[in-house]
């Protein structure tokens, strides 16, 4: 079977040991996938990869509100994105939360039926264009906001991760296509994904993989205090922005630049801001935040020099896609929104 992982051997599950087996273990337990190549690929980072855990777990799987509602805003977010492997894994997903019904209405690329369901999917998608009119009032109550914010910019960055390192294949051969797959793939997991674990139990996972979540990550944005989603943020964010220790003085101040500017567009083909390949971190970092879909062979080997390991792929393209999170949380109407009627 081809490998899912386009630039990166990581390693194997079964041989980890630490925060990276943690991680997998927590997995296996509260998201039902024990080999999710989505966080595989994230261990030879492991900063990154329990943050980015602890993010996920603490709003779409512990957090408030609907998981139809949250797999919705995530599928919302991965369509604005491009992320084919994650647009199709959401569509199972809701399968997996008995609403076969609404899986196959949003696989087949129709509104959902349910107004208000149908606003939670806009919302995902209006979230990667800052100021969108769309993302207020809330179309869920705003005492879950912070899970379903949480949701979104979790997959803001998971989307740009996995269109950048893995391939778009979310099962061999595009079987998910089918609907007899994405139904039965859906049903082998509705009996995790129908639990409501306790929050918290992601952020016991980060001190062990070298961040101290009150003490250098924070307790998070105002939007998610007093809730676990909160540090958890902060982690991602803290270890996400070590990756910018790979890039030189003038290459961040072209990404801070370039995401401040950014109107949430996909950029066009003929992108003049993007520098060339003798710019090579600048390049990956500005294609993983905007354009991951676009990263290329050639990309990846006009940067990866000797002594430029797995790890160090992982920290560049992490420290763009949170660029991008960045800049969507910071115009988020958080102050603003009130709770839909």
């Given at each position: ?44 980072a ?18 408030d ?6 797999e ?5 977010v ?23 019904a ?9 509104p ?11 919302w995902?998608?209006?979230t ?29 960055f ?10 778009e ?5 595009g079987?998910q ?11 082998s ?18 001190d ?29 964010r ?6 910018g220790?790979?890039l030189d ?27 060339g ?19 290329t ?45």
């Amino acid at each position: 079977m081809s490998s899912p992982f386009r630039y990166t051997v990581p390693p194997e599950p079964a041989s980890a040991a630490g925060p990276v087996r943690a991680v997998h273990t927590q997995l296996a337990r509260d998201f039902g996938i024990s080999r999710a190549a989505t966080f595989v690929v994230l261990s030879s980072a492991p900063g990154i990869m329990a943050s980015a855990w602890a993010l996920m777990r603490e709003s779409l799987i512990a957090g408030d509100g609907s998981r139809t509602g949250k797999e919705l805003a995530a599928l919302g977010v991965s369509e604005a994105n491009r992320c084919p492997f994650c647009v199709d894994a959401h569509r199972m997903l809701l399968h997996a939360t008995g609403d076969h019904a609404l899986a196959e209405r949003v696989a087949r690329g129709e509104p959902p039926a349910d107004e208000r369901q149908a606003r939670v999917l806009a919302w995902g998608r209006a979230t990667r264009v800052p100021g969108a009119r769309e993302l207020a009032p809330y179309p869920f109550p705003a005492a879950h906001a912070p899970a379903y914010i949480g949701t979104a910019l979790s997959f803001h960055f998971i989307n740009r991760v996995v269109s950048a390192l893995l391939t778009e294949q979310l099962l061999p051969g595009g079987l998910q296509r089918f609907r007899a797959v994405r139904s039965l793939g859906g049903r082998s997991l509705s009996r995790v994904v129908r639990r409501h674990p306790v929050p918290g139990a992601g952020l016991t996972l980060l001190d062990d993989a070298g961040l101290a979540v009150l003490d250098h990550a924070g307790p998070g944005p105002d939007w998610a205090r007093a809730t676990t989603v909160g540090p958890a943020y902060a982690a991602l964010r803290a270890a996400a922005g070590e990756g910018g220790e790979l890039l030189d003085s003038a290459d961040r101040l072209l990404v801070r630049e370039t995401l401040a500017a950014w109107d949430g567009a996909h950029p066009p083909l003929g992108w003049a801001g993007l520098p060339g390949r003798d710019r090579p971190a600048a390049r990956l970092a500005l294609l993983a935040a905007l354009a991951p879909y676009r990263i290329t062979d050639e990309d990846v080997a006009a940067w990866r020099t000797p002594g430029r390991t797995d790890g160090h792929l992982v920290r560049l393209v992490a420290y763009g896609a949170f660029a991008a999170v960045d800049r969507i949380e910071s115009a988020l109407p958080v102050r603003t929104a009130r709770e839909a009627s």
